[in-house]
């Protein structure tokens, strides 16, 4: 079984989750673990996927829930370092329109994934 970890870096107003191994179904019951008690209310969030190698529905569902409690909150979330598949994952499932399409930014090859108000 391909070994999944969750890194937290915690501060006022961000918080930077760095994900490592396979984001598939499996995972994503330790990554809710590990996030569901996060207080994302008021703060942005930063998901760094550098390493990570491969993504499923499952880890896209906990991107989603993700997503969604950071704007309830009136956050905004960032994704970081998104390897093909993954970025092909979004792409496929038409979900990287609902994550915003701003152009990867120059320091860390994230994407923005703005506010969209719901």
């Not at 673990?33 to 969030?45: F, N």
């Not at 994704?79 to 990287?96: A, I, K, N, S, Y």
């Amino acid at each position: 079984m391909p070994v999944f970890d969750v890194r937290i870096s915690d501060s006022p107003t961000r918080i930077v989750l760095a994900l490592i191994g396979e984001l598939d179904f499996p995972a994503r019951a330790r990554a809710a673990a590990v996030t569901g008690p996060l207080a994302l209310g008021g703060r942005d969030l930063t998901v760094d996927l550098t390493r990570v190698g491969f993504m499923d529905a499952g880890g896209l569902g906990m991107l989603l829930c993700l997503r969604q409690r950071v704007v309830a909150g009136g956050g905004v979330m960032e994704l970081r370092g998104m390897r093909p598949q993954v970025r092909r994952v979004l792409e496929l499932t038409g979900t990287d329109a609902q994550f915003g399409s701003v152009p990867a930014d120059a320091a860390g090859g994230g994407v923005a994934l703005p506010y969209s108000g719901g």
